[in-house]
């Protein structure tokens, strides 16, 4: 079975520049969720969607950032303006009802210069 | 506010047994989770306890106290591939709310 499907893997981009990050959730999840990992704040929820609709943004850091689910096998992470701040590895993660396990994607490794 | 304490860094050697521990405080609690993540690689799911007691999968066992906000993952018969960092995390109804993980090493 495909996992949950993040693109791009990595992305090198300098300041300013509009970044958007992709995911493909495991076919039959309800949920989809998306987090930053970076060594000093550790893994942190950013947003996350319940059948394409967002539930809970608290975790989005400011209004650079968006997230969208058009539909329920597709959503974007965009970051605009970006900023050096925002490197990080972002994942995407998926489960089929709120108590079940999270399935993350292999993350996209952002640097921005 | 929330809260997730878990030990920072861990090392045992092959073959042993090592336990990590969880204390938490949250505003709200479904359960408690663990996942594995290794360097470089994707947080990937342990365990999961909804109820008190301890949930055991193979190697690995999860026991949870609601009443002490406590919670440990249990490694036996350590090997080098459990080397990797664990992580604690506290369901919210869907949302987890990860601790900041503990980085095990498994030395020969």
């Known amino acids: 079975d495909a996992g949950v499907i993040q693109s791009p893997r990595h992305e090198v981009t300098e300041m300013g520049q509009e970044v958007t990050l992709r995911c493909k959730p495991i076919?039959?999840?309800?949920?989809l969720f998306w987090y930053r990992q970076t060594m000093m704040r550790g893994l942190e929820l950013l947003i996350y969607?319940?059948?394409?609709?967002?539930?809970?943004d608290s975790g989005m850091p400011e209004d650079r950032f968006s997230a969208k689910m058009p539909n329920a096998s597709f959503s974007t992470l965009k970051i605009q303006p970006s900023e050096p701040r925002d490197s990080a590895v972002y994942f995407c993660?998926?489960?089929?009802?709120?108590?079940?396990?999270?399935?993350f994607g292999d993350g996209t490794r952002l640097s921005i210069l | 506010g929330q809260s997730l304490e878990q030990p920072s860094e861990v090392t045992a050697v092959e073959g042993a047994i090592v336990q990590i521990n969880c204390t938490y405080q949250?505003?709200?609690?479904?359960?408690l989770s663990w996942y594995q993540q290794h360097d470089g690689g994707a947080p990937t799911f342990l365990s999961y306890?909804?109820?008190?007691g301890l949930e055991e999968t193979g190697r690995f066992s999860s026991f949870l106290s609601r009443s002490d906000s406590y919670g440990y993952l249990l490694l036996q018969e350590l090997q080098m591939k459990d080397s990797a960092s664990y992580f604690c995390?506290?369901?919210?109804?869907?949302?987890?709310?990860f601790g900041q993980g503990t980085e095990l090493s498994v030395k020969p």
């Open positions: 306890n909804a109820l008190d």
């Open positions: 076919s039959g999840h309800d949920y």
């Open positions: 995390a506290v369901n919210q109804g869907g949302k987890l709310i």
């Open positions: 969607f319940n059948n394409n609709v967002p539930i809970d």
């Open positions: 993660a998926s489960s089929g009802t709120a108590n079940q396990p999270q399935h």
């Open positions: 949250t505003s709200g609690f479904y359960g």
